[in-house]
């Protein structure tokens, strides 16, 4: 048995090397300066003040929020009801709806969201078949209404398989029990069947949340080059100015308020639990 | 015979929890060895320590004359047969017997033959191109076995093999598996917590507990003879009596003297008397060595298994006041309310809640068309911590309302220095209906009279075991009974095969040699 | 009501499903549009096919693609799967920090990890490209096949490899003759998904790649920035092999179980 715990020692050494080590260097390097030849890096906090000082900075972190945020809302409000349909669905029905959902995300992301650039061009398709309806042709690309287009066509496959997910492993006597027990239609689905799928919801949540707040080609591909997210500002600071020390700083800042929208999630579907348990 | 294992000293301990406290154990040659005791007794870890699956953090292991401590398992000359059998599932069950004589590279028509005739030897010639999964709980089991035993080792190591059979088949595997063993003539040790598997297959049994052997022998005389209070209860069935060894020969228990076969006691030495429920007789009332009453027969198949009490255990008896008072009406508000007169403790008026009240005036208010409960919404009542009768009202939101008498009244407890026990219940009154209605007649009459018994020394509560009174409750009319709370007495299990009546009083009848003295 | 309830759903459920695919029928049409144009169609033709495939940039990017996939596949399922045994019967705590760490690439946002590895590959000084990218893609895809060796690990019989050691196996016997064939279906589950991953990757391929090494994603992602129907041509041909690939998958077990079935049979 000791022989078999040597097996991990290369990869511990392997972690600590190429996934610790960069957690690190992104500490390290949003804490500090350049310094004088004598000493390498100088502590300083100026990278965060640099961040919260400027308006421009805080504009571009409250817009990625925002727009995390209402694509979460968008592929719960999207995503509930076709989880449940898809649950609700006859046994071998069910797979063929789920292979349905998921094999767009077997296709590169890159590929398509680019597709949308050509539907959504002043040209494109939508605008053409707005202009037989009658209505002036309205700029869709390069705004931010493409950006979360983007965002809630590529994340709503999560969100809608969580939520399945969870209504599938809900056990359907309880629905039986909650009508036994003199529970209507609705009644049962607001007590029994929305409080057993919340957590799916919550992890759907962390798993469309998590990826639009980073996002950067979506904003990149769908918003121009003047649409600028969180994700484009790392980017620029390491591809284009070269500062690393303000990038660092940018992507601790994210991690932070990632860890802090993780925290809270978990915290609701804990409480959540205990509440019913008390119940 | 020739000693082929020695534990010598064997200690070991998991997280700081000593789970073997220095075992020292001799297995023989072709002996049929069961190591017996309740789950984390220790047992599987001394297996598992001789299969080499686990070191001893003490002590070593001679095994054919050579310590074989550090000696990894592949080089052990043993093989083990797997709780849930661990079989491997991706093979059938030829390439599963066949695993270990391939791992030794041994030609294949040797193998051929040898597996042939392991699957001849458990009775499945037939299955041996079958899936692991095809088989059934019992034909895996045998799988095991006989993947074992294809190794020719010189022990082989069972670990609750049978645990996972139902009781039939259980039954057939332990014949069976004495079988084999007698027929291949090696050592078996054999893991078990079920006593009897231990008695019908073992030649020698080797009893645990936490960590340590507690007795090693024969099943006859680890039946016949435990050490302990201990291994009489866990072998078989006993009846298990203090009593004290007046001389040898002499013991005294239940406040009588009796002859026994047992010597070598301290004058007045405080023991343990064991009879097995086989050894008692009942026979007619003056004939036995002791009296008693019979409390319940079950059939057991081939015998009654009769209880018998040879002592009351404590008892009480209260008084039930009945009456046949009717509910009031009140007309306006459509409602109705009951309740009854009802003693309370002295001692029990510092903790009076409106709650408590209720309850022990069975206070209810209810509309009598749709028979719905209506809440009470208001209790009024003066009480000083005297004895007397105080006015209690209670009434509901709409103004319906009922007075009844509350009666202070002294504790009223039995103590029983014998048992260490006490009792507890109060006076009560009822309702000629209540007590008609009543579905659960004796657990209603243990809440009516408030009954409650408690050990006097750790202060748990002991269960009422009978409620005795002699009235009709179909039939009774108002008057006042006297109600009786009994704890358990001294009670004896009798296997007989005549049957006896609930009730009927008996005589135990028993022989010197039936009783068995143990060491506290 | 309840008619028109599951009309409404069914439409529902139907826009849905427009809007998932839309974008791919859209990709393919247009890869046959004769100009170029993404929004006009005007006429068929194949010559965007034919011009990706003279295009030595677009097809190094897509040998980059697979043989990085392949590689970052071959040795994260081994590696992983290696780990995740050794892990299965080491301790509780190491069991647990690594798995703490193995979280870091899968719930940090991938630009983290790209930044980070930038960093450790510039303090190295190693110069970019198909090296770092290989390295960074066996990084990520190795905490995928361990999640989906370790389930398997747990629901083995917890004494089947004392069992094959009881029948004389030495600890490297009872690895390759026991335990892989039983958690062979995550191994090959692991790998699949780790090749996706590495297959898809963009962002943190993106970062440590350079020396004019890209994938299909990078080549994408700058190819976008001005109007090339040939994306939609190499966009198409993904698809298509995507879609054969997922048919196999999910068609190949159900057939082979049906035999297995007639045969058990038989």
């Known amino acids: 048995m000791k022989s078999f715990r040597k097996m991990t020692y290369p990869y511990v050494v392997w972690i600590s090397f190429i996934v610790v080590a960069p957690m690190f260097l992104i500490l390290l390097y949003a804490f500090t300066k350049e310094g004088n030849a004598v000493m390498d890096f100088v502590f300083t906090l100026d990278n965060f003040k640099k961040f919260f000082v400027d308006s421009v900075f805080i504009d571009v972190l409250l817009r990625s929020l925002r727009v995390a945020l209402v694509t979460t809302v968008l592929c719960i409000l999207i995503g509930y009801p076709a989880g449940y349909f898809i649950a609700k669905s006859s046994e071998g029905v069910k797979m063929r709806w789920v292979l349905l959902i998921t094999f767009p995300t077997w296709i590169n992301m890159l590929v398509r969201t680019y597709a949308w650039v050509g539907i959504l061009q002043d040209d494109g398709i939508v605008n053409n078949i707005l202009s037989i309806i009658g209505v002036r042709s ?31 492993k809900m056990d359907n006597s309880l629905l039986e029990a909650a009508a036994d027990l003199g529970a209507d239609r609705v009644r049962s689905f607001l007590k029994v069947t929305l409080p057993l799928s919340l957590p799916g919801v919550l992890s759907g949540i962390t798993l469309v949340f ?29 591809l284009t100015s070269g500062d690393w020390n303000f990038g660092s700083a940018i992507s601790l800042i994210m991690v932070i308020i990632i860890m802090i929208s993780l925290y809270l999630t978990k915290k609701v579907d804990k409480t959540e639990l205990t509440e019913r348990r008390a119940n | 015979m020739k000693k082929l294992i020695q534990f010598k000293n064997i200690v070991k301990n998991f997280d700081g929890t000593l789970v073997l406290k220095g075992i020292n154990l001799d297995i023989y040659e072709n002996e049929f060895v069961t190591l017996l005791g309740p789950s984390g007794c220790g047992k599987t870890t001394l297996l598992r320590i001789l299969g080499g699956f686990l070191e001893p953090d003490e002590g070593s292991v001679i095994f054919d004359g050579q310590d074989i401590s550090g000696i990894p398992p592949y080089k052990r000359d043993l093989n083990t047969v797997f709780q849930k059998y661990a079989l491997f599932p991706h093979m059938n069950v030829f390439d599963n017997i066949a695993f270990g004589l391939n791992i030794k590279k041994e030609p294949k028509d040797i193998i051929e033959q040898k597996v042939m005739r392991m699957l001849r030897l458990v009775g499945l010639e037939d299955y041996s191109k079958r899936g692991i999964h095809e088989m059934s709980g019992g034909q895996q089991q045998r799988v095991a076995i006989a993947r074992a035993l294809v190794n020719e080792p010189k022990v082989l190591l069972l670990d609750e093999p049978l645990g996972a059979l139902d009781a039939k088949l259980r039954k057939e595997m332990q014949k069976e598996l004495k079988k084999i063993q007698q027929e291949v003539g090696i050592t078996f040790i054999f893991v078990t917590h079920d006593q009897e598997e231990a008695l019908t297959m073992s030649d020698k049994i080797v009893i645990m507990k936490d960590g340590e052997i507690q007795q090693i022998g024969t099943p006859v005389d680890i039946y016949n003879e435990p050490i302990n209070r201990y291994v009489a209860n866990f072998i078989g069935e006993s009846n298990i009596i203090d009593g004290v060894m007046k001389d040898d020969y002499k013991v005294i228990f239940e406040n009588k003297e009796f002859k026994c076969v047992d010597s070598g006691f301290n004058k007045n030495e405080e023991v343990d008397v064991v009879i097995r429920p086989e050894d008692l007789d009942i026979v007619t009332p003056g004939k036995g060595k002791l009296r008693g009453i019979v409390k319940s027969v079950l059939f057991k198949g081939v ?32 409602e109705m309310m009951s309740a009854n007169d009802f003693y309370i403790d002295t001692l029990d008026i510092d903790e009076l809640t409106d709650a408590v009240i209720i309850d022990r005036a069975d206070a209810q208010a209810w509309n009598p068309e749709t028979e719905e409960r209506i809440s009470i919404t208001e209790v009024r009542y003066e ?8 006015p209690v009202t209670f009434s509901t939101s709409a103004g319906t309302s009922f007075t009844v008498n509350m009666f202070v009244s002294d504790v009223n407890k039995v103590v029983d220095e014998d048992y260490g026990e006490e009792i507890y219940a109060v006076n009560f009154f009822k309702k000629v209906d209540e007590i008609q209605e009543s579905v659960i007649l004796d657990t209603d009459l243990k809440v009516w009279a408030n009954a409650y018994a408690y050990d006097l020394e750790d202060e748990t509560s002991v269960a009422i075991t009978d409620v005795i009174y002699d009235f009709d409750p179909q039939n009774i009319t108002p008057g006042v009974y006297d109600v009786t709370f009994k704890t358990q007495g001294y009670v004896y299990k009798v296997d007989t095969t005549e049957k006896s009546e609930a009730g009927q009083a008996v005589g135990l009848m028993f022989d010197p040699e039936d009783i068995h003295i143990m060491r506290k | 009501m309840k008619k028109s309830r599951r009309i409404g759903s069914k439409i529902f459920m139907g826009v849905l499903m427009l809007f998932f695919y839309a974008p791919i029928i859209y990709t393919i049409f247009f890869s046959f549009n004769s100009g170029r144009s993404l929004t006009h169609f005007d006429g068929f033709s194949l010559q965007w096919y034919g011009k990706m495939f003279s295009d030595s940039n677009m097809l190094q990017a897509v040998f980059y693609t697979i043989v990085i996939a392949v590689i970052a596949t071959a040795v994260s399922t081994i590696v992983g799967t290696i780990t995740a045994i050794g892990l299965s019967k080491s301790h509780r705590i190491l069991k647990l920090i690594v798995e703490q760490v193995n979280n870091f690439p899968l719930m940090n946002p991938d630009i983290v990890t790209a930044i980070g590895l930038l960093m450790l590959f510039s303090g190295l000084h190693a110069s970019k490209g198909f090296v770092t990218m290989l390295l960074a893609h066996i990084m990520f895809c190795i905490p995928y096949v361990m999640l989906s060796v370790t389930p398997k690990l747990k629901s083995l019989d917890s004494n089947i490899l004392e069992a094959a050691m009881d029948l004389g196996c030495t600890p490297m016997q009872a690895l390759i003759k026991v335990i892989v064939p039983q958690i062979m279906p995550g191994v090959v589950s692991g790998a699949l998904i780790a090749f996706t991953m590495s297959f898809d990757d963009f962002v943190i391929s993106y970062f440590v790649t350079g020396n004019g090494v890209s994938n299909i994603s990078i080549l994408v992602y700058t190819m976008s ?42």
């Open chain 2, 383 to 390: 009480v000083k911590k005297e004895k007397g009768s105080y």
């Open chain 2, 303 to 334: 015998h009654y298994e009769t209880i018998v009490e040879t002592s009351a255990g404590t008892s009480i008896t209260v008084k039930m006041t009945v009456s046949e008072d009717k509910p009031v009406k009140n007309e306006e508000a459509n």
């Open chain 1, 138 to 168: 309205i700029t869709l690309l390069h705004t931010e209404f493409a950006v979360i287009l983007g965002m809630v066509y590529n994340f709503l496959p999560f969100m809608i398989l969580q939520i399945y997910t969870a209504l599938t």
């Open chain 3, 225 to 266: 920035k001005r109007v090339n129907p040939s994306i939609n041509a190499l966009s198409t041909l993904i698809i298509v092999i995507i879609s054969v690939f997922l048919l196999l998958v999910n068609i190949v077990p159900s057939l082979y179980n049906k035999s297995k079935a007639k045969s058990a049979k038989g």
């Open chain 1, 210 to 238: 998590l990826p639009a707040v980073s996002s950067f080609f979506i904003p990149k591909l769908l918003g121009g080059g003047q649409y600028v997210m969180v994700g484009n500002l790392i980017e620029s600071q390491f």
